[in-house]
């Protein structure tokens, strides 16, 4: 049941919230699934530690994406 569970909460954000996912970005989806998957209400956790949780995962981090005609390696 577990596993129907998370499919049927990634399957409804992706159709109410995303409403598109590419392929190369599907893992990064999957992952913010994860995370809010297991870190729910149901859980006891608060959204309060949740948010404490998040930001000290990103801490130190920063996005960044290749221009067209760079190399691969990132």
């Known amino acids: 049941?577990?596993?129907e569970n998370v499919?049927?909460?990634?399957k409804r954000?992706?159709?109410g919230v995303y409403q598109h996912c590419g392929?190369?970005?599907l893992h990064r989806y999957l992952a913010e699934f994860d995370?809010?998957?297991n870190?729910?209400?149901a859980l006891q956790i608060t959204d309060t530690e949740r948010h404490d949780q998040l930001l000290a995962k990103i801490e130190g981090k920063r996005l960044t994406?290749?221009?067209i005609g760079e190399a691969d390696i990132a």
């Open 1 to 3: 049941n577990t596993i």
């Open 7 to 10: 499919f049927s909460v990634f």
């Open 13 to 15: 954000g992706m159709v």
């Open 23 to 25: 392929e190369a970005h």
């Open 35 to 37: 995370f809010r998957y």
């Open 39 to 41: 870190r729910r209400a």
């Open 65 to 67: 994406y290749r221009r």
